[in-house]
């Protein structure tokens, strides 16, 4: 067994690799919710253009940057979670910046403190459950951090960004491809201070045919409710429309419901066979808000959560039955 699926906040993969991607989601959110800046390490391996790359989101703005660097200067530690790419080094604790080209220079450190893990277990080693055992699916999913406290600046150009008091989060991908189609919200600024929230439905190949999935978990007062495919959930409600999508997901305990408000959007590079080639839409200055009830409705928990990262792909919404 290849245990490494059981620390998949670790490189996965190995630079000889071909028609590979494996990246890593940064997000971070100042206590004021006035900044939002969101970086993304990873690397491509393809037969013409290996690299590795570190992507820039603000949030606010919906700007985005694209930093290439050589494939020889991604380093990773075989043991523990860390990366260095270029001159900037990412870490499930801290992230040090050292980026700067023409247009973008981005310098500072920010710690992560109160960091709260995803549960694992001998056959669930992520939020990906037993399907993470399950070989050659195109895209596999990790979160590393669900929630966490940042204290630290950053200086973007000549703008000083202080994120003491604000909040944090940690997932990553890797694989050959991003799905064909997909809808992902994710939210951890709510009211409560420790909640989190993370949903992704995709389309999913498989033996020539494809299935939807979805995997999600809403972290609320230190306990975890798992929504996803491999538990027997399910998705009761689901629609969409130019401002909002809203679901509701059904385990054997209780029901919630999600309202997720569309914002501001910037583009982002998603890979294909490896290849950063692809072009997506991302917002992480979207809103979400929760109705979580037990199964006999009654309400248990609501909140709104701010500064919510969407990706819709509206193709995905053609494969759903309602």
Request: with cysteine; net charge neutral; proline share 2%.
């Amino acid at each position: 067994m290849n245990l490494l699926i059981y620390r998949s906040e670790i490189f996965q993969g190995n630079l000889k690799k071909k028609n590979y991607f494996e990246g890593w989601y940064f997000k971070h959110v100042t206590q004021d919710l006035n900044h939002v800046w969101s970086f993304i390490p990873g690397v491509s391996l393809t037969d013409n253009d290996s690299h590795a790359f570190i992507q820039v989101i603000n949030g606010i703005t919906g700007k985005t940057d694209y930093i290439s660097y050589p494939l020889d200067e991604f380093i990773w530690d075989k043991k523990i979670f860390y990366l260095k790419v270029g001159c900037s080094v990412f870490t499930d604790k801290y992230i040090d910046l050292k980026i700067e080209t023409e247009k973008l220079t981005v310098s500072g450190h920010l710690d992560y403190e109160n960091i709260v893990k995803y549960p694992k277990s001998l056959f669930s080693p992520g939020i990906m459950g037993w399907y993470s055992f399950v070989p050659f699916m195109e895209c596999k999913h990790g979160i590393v951090s669900v929630n966490h406290d940042l204290s630290g600046r950053i200086k973007v150009n000549e703008n000083h960004i202080d994120f003491n008091g604000g909040k944090g989060y940690i997932e990553k991908d890797w694989g050959t491809s991003f799905p064909e189609a997909w809808l992902w919200i994710q939210a951890n600024n709510f009211q409560d201070h420790n909640t989190s929230f993370t949903f992704s439905l995709a389309k999913i190949p498989w033996r020539g045919k494809f299935f939807i999935g979805f995997i999600a978990f809403l972290y609320f007062n230190k306990i975890f409710s798992l929504f996803s495919t491999y538990n027997n959930s399910v998705i009761t409600e689901i629609s969409h429309n130019n401002e909002s999508i809203n679901l509701t997901l059904k385990n054997h305990k209780s029901i919630l419901k999600v309202r997720a408000v569309k914002n501001t959007f910037g583009e982002l590079r998603a890979p294909a066979s490896g290849d950063m080639s692809r072009r997506i839409k991302e917002s992480i200055d979207s809103e979400v808000n929760l109705s979580l009830f037990d199964k006999h409705n009654n309400i248990i928990y609501y909140d709104t959560g701010k500064r919510a990262g969407l990706e819709v792909i509206d193709k995905i919404f053609d494969y759903i039955k309602h």
